[in-house]
């Protein structure tokens, strides 16, 4: 009687899986918000994010005023926009002209065959902000393609490169070092005897992926602070979405990642052979970042990487930013990483279950898979 009275007791006071997820998950984010290299990155990172909104946000406001080419015919279609100096001319041509000796920075000139019945001209780039300040973005006509570099979507190809590579490698590595610590110490036997392996694995990617948001969260905040200061809230307006939508990518992206960063670690016992593993991963991450620097301007490109399930959280926000993207196109996106994010946390977890308690050398993955 007292042993069945002491079985039950200990069976009541066991925590449930949601609670053991959670001890996990709190212990990981508090080992990583008391580690000094941690808060200094970090702190590294936001002076920079933060230096560098700011930056880009007076200079905008010191060009805030677009000198702008019309005719009688497209006058209307400007009327009211703020930050135009308007000059009217007489026709296409003239305005062309302007535009090709640098007097204005663009025209807006009457175009049957746009749907908008209206037109940007323009030398090489069309200026983002007048983009912006119309009511709709108009088809745009570049008199010299070549020399053509849109400098605004660069830089935004750029950042959410950096986000991402940042965030998905610091903690994936940090997933990775913190199960092979405890496999090498031993304490992983300890925890297993207390909760389901999954369990341990599902708080190490909940407690990471935690602080994985709370980063971009807080930069995204840093940039709409910053926006908001230097006064460029049509900027604001026009990356407010692919933000938002690059904070949902980057949240299924990263719990995708950090599975198979567990996963990969579990597989072997020592702090040296991580890289055995995980190389193929940090290759994944570092991918679309190098895609996005040589291929931001080239829409086949960032049409394929906005739809494989690595690259999704950096190809598709942009396709956003640049106008390239339909509407049902991020919501299709989401859909194929969200799919493979199961499929991805199931082998994941298969794996570090099978790899977790065998000691010595390097798991195979056959037989990781198959056990």
Not at 15 to 28: G, H, M, Y
Not at 52 to 60: C, E, K, L, Y
Not at 85 to 97: G, H, S
Not at 133 to 143: A, E, N
Request: with cysteine; proline share 4%; charged share 10%.
């Amino acid at each position: 009687m007292t042993a069945h009275t002491t079985a039950t007791a200990a069976a009541t006071t066991a925590p449930t899986f949601a609670q053991s997820v959670w001890l996990v998950a709190e212990r990981e984010i508090g080992s990583k918000l008391r580690s000094k290299a941690f808060l200094i990155s970090f702190g590294i990172l936001f002076v920079i994010a933060l230096a560098g909104v700011i930056w880009a946000g007076f200079s905008a406001q010191s060009a805030s005023t677009t000198p702008v080419a019309v005719t009688s015919e497209s006058a209307r279609y400007v009327d009211g926009v703020p930050g135009l100096e308007v000059t009217e001319v007489a026709d296409r041509t003239a305005a062309e002209a302007l535009v090709k000796d640098g007097s204005v920075d663009a025209a807006v000139i009457a175009d049957d065959a746009s749907p908008l019945g209206y037109a940007l001209v323009v030398e090489s780039d069309a200026p983002q902000g007048l983009l912006m300040s119309l009511s709709q973005s108009p088809s745009v006509v570049v008199l010299d393609p070549a020399s053509s570099t849109n400098w605004i979507g660069y830089i935004a190809a750029i950042g959410f490169g950096i986000v991402f590579l940042f965030a998905a490698q610091t903690f994936g590595s940090t997933i990775a070092q913190s199960v092979v610590e405890e496999k090498q110490t031993r304490v992983v036997e300890l925890l297993i005897s207390a909760i389901p392996a999954r369990a341990l694995l599902a708080g190490k990617v909940v407690g990471n992926t935690i602080l994985a948001m709370g980063q971009v969260v807080i930069l995204a905040a840093i940039a709409v602070v910053g926006l908001t200061v230097t006064g460029q809230t049509e900027f604001l307006q026009g990356v407010g979405g692919p933000i938002a939508w690059f904070a949902v990518f980057f949240l299924f992206g990263f719990v995708l990642l950090a599975a198979l960063f567990a996963a990969a670690a579990a597989m072997v016992s020592r702090q040296e052979d991580i890289g055995a593993t995980t190389t193929p991963l940090m290759l994944l991450i570092l991918g679309p970042y190098f895609l996005v620097i040589f291929f931001w301007n080239n829409p086949t490109v960032l049409t394929v990487m906005s739809y494989v399930p690595f690259s999704a959280p950096v190809g598709m926000p942009v396709r956003l930013f640049l106008g390239q993207a339909q509407w049902w196109e991020p919501i299709l996106s989401l859909g194929i990483l969200l799919v493979t994010c199961v499929l991805a946390i199931w082998v994941g977890a298969k794996i570090y279950e099978n790899s977790i308690l065998r000691m010595g050398g390097r798991v195979k993955l056959g037989e990781a898979l198959a056990g």
